[in-house]
């Protein structure tokens, strides 16, 4: 009985120890960023939560939330954190699904969404942009001046997320991965210090922020290399189901072309949704003007198309109307694989995805349940260790690669993802776990024919997913190198719960 009270004494102490550090981690924010702090009866704090992309986001609650207006905040805040080993989350624009990815329940949340300047480059400099703005921004800015800068392809996602996590470039293969475009990095390290990651300095930082997401400190500024964009081409074409098999023969002899279109882009989708069903759509992009570009010719020949939006138009325009499939507000899923570029291999895909579209799943309300592949051929990773470069800040004999492995691969490869959104929090366990052995199946499936890639897009990965111990064991071990020489007290493994941490 002793030993049963003594047990709930500890316990208690404990908590109360618990409970009084993170009163303190807040009120020692307070003291230092007095109108950056936000506690729970405060309207910022629950404008905060509202404006997550999922709802499994927002219903975390954070012991308080500081939104820094400037770089110096955010070196001020991160400096407190880390002396006081508080547990924090770090937010730039909140569109990752998963819940703790991007907040924390009882911690602290950085909300980084202030610090969302745009300044456009000019005589072939940068684009800077602050870690908390939109890709819809940076495009509504950068459109009328037929310039553009390679990001994503939905309006709302965060520059910062994205791009830390590599970024598969959706819109024109030329440029490489969205990581590869990035010619400077301003960061926030643990100890508080503001430094920039490029080519000449700090390299080894500088290719690790290409795909290691936040395990080195807070970037706030991402200075992104600027091109020549007017109009383009692109929209949303959607078929019968029936017209599948048509489509996938002509992704993957898309993603084979040799020579490949590097102005053009596609992404394939099937999906379910409680209100209309099974359909399936393509979304095209082609960076240049053209109507109809021969690199979709195979396409073309799939009718009858049950709608069409191909048009020529703006990056914004094309990025808005991605968005708008995926609207906020709802629980969301993403988990993803990568498997080598095979007809035979994509069907059984489609084919295994369609056998789990069956009750359990079609009786759950206002679902959306859908597979997705898009195209890594050559023409992408190719481009990950540029030989030359005219930005001020590259040096050709530096390493400027990204830390995503894919630079040496020769044949082209397909990203699979499965995403599903609905709404009742009843309905988790049987999303996940139908999403867990979907992926799971494929993996086996893939290994046994031999089609198989470790590659894990980050972004798409879901929370028990490895995607950086995809990278291989090179990449892994820089990251791991970087992560000490710019973070000797782990504060980014230990006090950073959110996000995929380094595999130590």
């Given at each position: 009985m002793k030993l049963i009270f003594l047990s709930a004494a500890i316990v208690s102490v404990t908590f109360a120890a618990s409970d009084a550090l993170k009163k303190s981690c807040c009120a020692s924010l307070s003291n230092a960023l007095s109108s950056e702090t936000l506690y729970v009866q405060d309207q910022g704090y629950i404008e905060s939560l509202k404006s997550y992309w999922t709802t499994q986001e927002s219903a975390l609650k954070p012991s308080c939330i500081?939104?820094?207006?400037?770089?110096?905040?955010?070196?001020?805040?991160?400096?407190?954190?880390?002396?006081?080993?508080?547990?924090?989350?770090?937010?730039?624009?909140?569109?990752?699904?998963?819940?703790?990815?991007?907040?924390?329940?009882?911690?602290?949340?950085i909300d980084l969404r202030s610090i969302d300047q745009i300044k456009v480059g000019s005589n072939g400099s940068p684009t800077q942009v602050g870690t908390g703005a939109t890709w819809g921004d940076v495009y509504g800015t950068l459109d009328p001046l037929n310039l553009t800068v390679i990001g994503g392809r939905a309006s709302l996602v965060g520059v910062s997320g994205l791009t830390l996590g590599g970024g598969i470039s959706y819109l024109s293969p030329r440029y490489g991965f969205v990581c590869d475009n990035v010619e400077n990095y301003e960061i926030v390290l643990a100890s508080g210090k503001i430094t920039n990651a490029n080519a000449n300095q700090n390299s080894d930082l500088f290719r690790a922020l290409k795909g290691?997401?936040?395990?080195?400190?807070?970037?706030?500024?991402?200075?992104?290399?600027?091109?020549?964009?007017?109009?383009?081409?692109?929209g949303q074409v959607v078929y019968n189901v029936s017209l599948v098999p048509q489509a996938l023969k002509a992704f993957t002899d898309f993603n084979a072309a040799n020579p490949?279109?590097?102005?053009?882009?596609?992404?394939?989708?099937?999906?379910?949704?409680?209100?209309?069903?099974?359909?399936?759509?393509?979304?095209?992009?082609?960076?240049a003007p053209v109507v109809n570009p021969p690199a979709f010719a195979g396409f073309d020949v799939i009718q009858p198309q049950l709608s069409s939006t191909l048009r020529i138009t703006t990056l914004k325009d094309i990025t808005d109307e991605q968005g708008a499939f995926s609207p906020a507000g709802f629980r969301d899923l993403y988990t993803t694989i990568t498997f080598r570029n095979d007809l035979p291999f994509l069907t059984y895909v489609y084919n295994t995805w369609k056998s789990t579209v069956t009750s359990s799943i079609t009786s759950i309300p206002n679902l959306n349940y859908a597979i997705t592949w898009q195209p890594i051929p050559p023409a992408i990773t190719s481009k990950s260790v540029p030989a030359t470069s005219s930005n001020s800040y590259s040096n050709p004999?530096?390493?400027?690669?990204?830390?995503?492995?894919?630079?040496?691969?020769?044949?082209?490869?397909?990203?699979?993802?499965?995403?599903?959104?609905?709404?009742?929090?009843?309905?988790?366990?049987?999303?996940?776990?139908?999403?867990?052995?979907?992926?799971?199946?494929?993996?086996?499936?893939?290994?046994?024919?031999?089609?198989?890639?470790?590659?894990?897009?980050?972004?798409?990965?879901?929370?028990?997913?490895?995607?950086?111990?995809?990278?291989?064991?090179?990449?892994?071990?820089?990251?791991?190198?970087?992560?000490?020489?710019?973070?000797?007290?782990?504060?980014?493994?230990?006090?950073?719960?959110?996000?995929?941490?380094?595999?130590?």
């Amino acid at each position: 009985m002793k030993l049963i009270f003594l047990s709930a004494a500890i316990v208690s102490v404990t908590f109360a120890a618990s409970d009084a550090l993170k009163k303190s981690c807040c009120a020692s924010l307070s003291n230092a960023l007095s109108s950056e702090t936000l506690y729970v009866q405060d309207q910022g704090y629950i404008e905060s939560l509202k404006s997550y992309w999922t709802t499994q986001e927002s219903a975390l609650k954070p012991s308080c939330i500081v939104k820094p207006q400037s770089t110096d905040d955010v070196a001020t805040a991160v400096k407190l954190l880390a002396k006081l080993d508080c547990s924090f989350a770090i937010r730039g624009n909140g569109h990752t699904a998963w819940a703790g990815s991007a907040n924390i329940q009882d911690g602290v949340t950085i909300d980084l969404r202030s610090i969302d300047q745009i300044k456009v480059g000019s005589n072939g400099s940068p684009t800077q942009v602050g870690t908390g703005a939109t890709w819809g921004d940076v495009y509504g800015t950068l459109d009328p001046l037929n310039l553009t800068v390679i990001g994503g392809r939905a309006s709302l996602v965060g520059v910062s997320g994205l791009t830390l996590g590599g970024g598969i470039s959706y819109l024109s293969p030329r440029y490489g991965f969205v990581c590869d475009n990035v010619e400077n990095y301003e960061i926030v390290l643990a100890s508080g210090k503001i430094t920039n990651a490029n080519a000449n300095q700090n390299s080894d930082l500088f290719r690790a922020l290409k795909g290691g997401s936040n395990n080195f400190g807070i970037v706030t500024r991402f200075d992104l290399r600027t091109v020549q964009l007017g109009q383009m081409w692109g929209g949303q074409v959607v078929y019968n189901v029936s017209l599948v098999p048509q489509a996938l023969k002509a992704f993957t002899d898309f993603n084979a072309a040799n020579p490949y279109d590097e102005y053009a882009s596609t992404i394939q989708s099937v999906a379910f949704d409680s209100t209309f069903g099974l359909v399936a759509v393509n979304s095209f992009q082609y960076t240049a003007p053209v109507v109809n570009p021969p690199a979709f010719a195979g396409f073309d020949v799939i009718q009858p198309q049950l709608s069409s939006t191909l048009r020529i138009t703006t990056l914004k325009d094309i990025t808005d109307e991605q968005g708008a499939f995926s609207p906020a507000g709802f629980r969301d899923l993403y988990t993803t694989i990568t498997f080598r570029n095979d007809l035979p291999f994509l069907t059984y895909v489609y084919n295994t995805w369609k056998s789990t579209v069956t009750s359990s799943i079609t009786s759950i309300p206002n679902l959306n349940y859908a597979i997705t592949w898009q195209p890594i051929p050559p023409a992408i990773t190719s481009k990950s260790v540029p030989a030359t470069s005219s930005n001020s800040y590259s040096n050709p004999n530096r390493d400027t690669g990204n830390s995503l492995g894919l630079e040496n691969s020769k044949t082209p490869l397909i990203l699979c993802s499965l995403s599903i959104k609905w709404e009742r929090s009843t309905d988790d366990a049987v999303i996940e776990s139908t999403a867990r052995n979907f992926i799971e199946q494929i993996g086996k499936a893939a290994r046994e024919k031999g089609v198989d890639n470790d590659f894990l897009y980050l972004n798409y990965a879901l929370n028990g997913q490895d995607p950086i111990r995809g990278y291989g064991r090179e990449n892994v071990e820089r990251l791991k190198k970087a992560s000490r020489q710019y973070d000797p007290n782990g504060v980014f493994q230990k006090q950073v719960p959110g996000g995929f941490k380094l595999p130590f």
